[in-house]
């Protein structure tokens, strides 16, 4: 009985952290990156940045469901391979940069 008690708890603590799917956006093109993130509601978008190819990265998600509370979502441009500028949506804490209607 101890191990399925054990076994039920374990089962209903939260795994976002280890579901979030993480994609490099110079290699995709703005509706497939568009269109993963929609499919897996949250996802990691990869770019590389300067000379020195250092990864910038940021979470982006499908809609406002996917932040949590005292957060606001916004839309943001990504580099995609077939634009400079592909709209997407991410979170962002209305108490660290204020509430914001994009």
């Known amino acids: 009985m101890k191990r399925v008690v054990i076994g039920l708890m374990l089962a ?8 979030i799917v993480r994609y490099m956006v110079q290699g995709m093109t703005c509706s497939e990156v568009q269109a993963s993130v929609e ?5 990691i978008l990869y770019q590389k940045a300067g000379n020195a190819g250092v990864p ?9 469901s996917f ?9 943001e441009s990504v580099p995609t391979a077939d ?6 949506s991410k979170c962002i804490d209305e108490n660290r940069f204020g509430s914001t209607n994009r």
């Open 56 to 64: 910038l990265y940021d979470r982006y998600v499908a809609n406002q």
């Open 39 to 43: 499919r897996d509601g949250v996802a």
């Open 67 to 75: 932040c949590q509370g005292g957060q606001s979502m916004i839309r």
């Open 83 to 88: 634009t400079k500028s592909c709209r997407v």
């Open 12 to 19: 209903l603590m939260p795994v976002e952290a280890f579901a």
